[in-house]
């Protein structure tokens, strides 16, 4: 009786030595594997996938001749494949690809948006779906947005009918891409956008922005939990047959602090980028992606010398694109020396236009939707991005339901007097015009005139403020936003000695990567006596 009183003691001292809420230690391990059922399950038969990149944003492995992988487990990040060339992911029944997996193995932070749940911490496995040869072939198309940055419910409404709607089943995209920002702080909007943004059924990646922080969280490293929980990772790469994406956050949240937030790169950050870049292939377009531009300085802006640390990461990348969003305006930035960029060309950043324009603002139209048009006159839309073998590309802006293409945005006087000194002009808003833009005009059919760039507000932008100016009652929600000077407008003087009447403008532009586009408007010469 006394050895067995004296067993038992000392297996109840062992109980009470592990606390009672401990959970099995977590899998660090899995599979990726070829799903050909499409199911997103690993069935009899489906065999592993050697050679395929596998990280949680800082350590990269490769899976083995048996498709295994091991990423060492750190509580809080997020597992992601590379989605190599010539394969597609599964995808999950929200319709989102299943390229990641949040690691949360203990309870994180209360947060009010929830964070990332506490999960089971079981093996994690990934399918991916080859692809025939004939969806390898040719050119690679993605579809840009950023700052669709929606505050509430009726703003994601506008953001369906006015951006998303209208590509349903028409864009040829292999991949979709939105650069931060994607709701406006109510992250309890993300399942909602995500619904929305997924019935274009193309594999959609997110970069978080300024607006897409848990506030509450009382550390960087913590400010991100609902978007992962949502969204997925915060850095991430994809790879196809011309282009690897690579997302990064590049926003630095400092709680407490003013400004609260700036744009930069962290340490884990620059240790997946040390590891990875080494494997990416130079004879593709390799992209990078973020939320605030490389290009904007000051309080707020990006710390140069993340930047140059960057930059000397890429330095040997013979084709490189970078995109950013957060201005809610657009323009092409080409760094150099000045910024930190020491490659043998300069290096192009598209800072793409904003989803929502001007925050969903102006005068609502026919439909209910509001102008939103941004304050260097560009209107809300969506890019797109195409990309050949070898390293070329083409950009494209498209206006939000426009009924022309051209991407011009015309202004003139409606009458002018006959014999007066031509002091007025035509205005040319090319959106996607860069310094070097050929932008013409010509009168009536005569000859082609060069017009003149000019860095001052888009007028029709004044017209508007003018007129919120002297309404006695608001005309919208919110006001048109305060014209400011555009990058990409263009100016040419009116003839005043021509016939009394009508007369047609025609306008042409030399896009870098579209040709020529034309748009065309008229104004009226009238005679009047003093």
């Excluded at 950013?324 to 150099?336: I, K, L, P, V």
């Amino acid at each position: 009786g006394v050895a067995v009183r004296a067993s038992l003691t000392v297996l109840l001292l062992a109980c009470l030595a592990v606390p009672a809420h401990a959970l099995p230690p977590p899998c660090s391990s899995g599979v990726v594997f070829e799903d050909r059922n499409g199911n997103g399950v690993r069935d009899a038969g489906e065999p592993g996938i050697p050679g395929i990149k596998v990280s949680d944003g800082v350590q990269l492995v490769t899976t083995g001749a048996d498709g295994g992988y091991d990423v060492p487990y750190e509580d809080g990040r997020t597992l992601f494949v590379v989605k190599p060339a010539g394969y597609d992911v599964s995808v999950r029944p929200d319709g989102m690809p299943d390229f990641w997996h949040n690691r949360q193995y203990h309870k994180g932070p209360a947060l009010k948006y929830g964070g990332t749940p506490q999960r089971q911490p079981g093996c994690r496995h990934f399918g991916l779906r080859p692809r025939g040869e004939a969806t390898t072939a040719g050119e690679f198309e993605a579809l840009l947005l950023a700052d669709s940055q929606t505050a509430s419910v009726q703003d994601v409404d506008y953001y369906w009918r006015d951006i998303v709607q209208p590509l349903v089943g028409k864009h040829g995209a292999s991949l979709g891409l939105t650069l931060g920002d994607i709701v406006n702080d109510d992250l309890a909007l993300y399942p909602e956008m995500l619904r929305t943004t997924m019935s274009l059924q193309v594999p959609w990646l997110f970069i978080p922005g300024n607006h897409d922080l848990d506030f509450d969280a009382a550390s960087d490293a913590d400010s991100l939990r609902t978007f992962h929980h949502h969204l997925g990772p915060d850095t991430f790469a994809w790879e196809d047959d011309a282009v690897t994406f690579i997302g990064l956050d590049d926003i630095i949240y400092r709680p407490g602090e003013s400004p609260s937030y700036l744009g930069g790169l962290r340490e884990d950050q620059f240790a997946f980028l040390q590891a990875y870049l080494p494997t990416v292939r130079r004879d593709r377009l390799l992209v990078i992606g973020v939320h605030i531009p490389f290009f904007e300085e000051g309080a707020r802006g990006f710390r140069p010398e993340d930047r140059e640390r960057l930059f000397a990461l890429l330095s040997d990348f013979p084709h490189v694109l970078l995109l950013s969003g957060h201005t809610h305006t657009q323009r092409h930035w080409y760094h150099d020396a000045a910024t930190g960029w020491h490659g043998l060309q300069p290096l192009h950043e598209y800072n793409v236009g904003a989803a929502c324009g001007a925050y969903w603002s102006g005068v609502k139209d026919a439909a209910g939707i509001p102008d939103s048009t941004m304050a260097d006159g560009t209107p809300n839309g969506h890019a797109r991005l195409r990309v050949r073998k070898g390293g070329e590309y083409t950009l494209s802006w498209h206006a939000a339901r426009a009924k022309d293409d051209s991407g011009i945005g015309l202004h003139a006087p409606n009458v002018l007097r006959k014999g007066a000194y031509p002091a007025w002009g035509v205005y040319a808003n090319v959106y996607m015009g860069e310094a070097d833009t050929r932008v013409e005009y010509r009168v009536d059919g005569g000859e082609w005139k060069a017009m003149k760039r000019v860095e001052q507000p888009d007028p029709s932008l004044l017209v508007e403020n003018m007129r919120d100016d002297l309404a006695d009652a608001l005309r919208g929600y919110d006001r048109s936003p305060e014209a400011e000077p555009s990058h990409h407008l263009w100016r040419g003087a009116l003839p005043t000695d021509l016939a009394e009447g009508e007369h047609r403008v025609e306008v042409r532009a030399f896009d870098r990567w579209r040709g020529e586009t034309t748009a065309h408007t008229s104004y009226r010469l009238q005679t009047a006596t003093p």
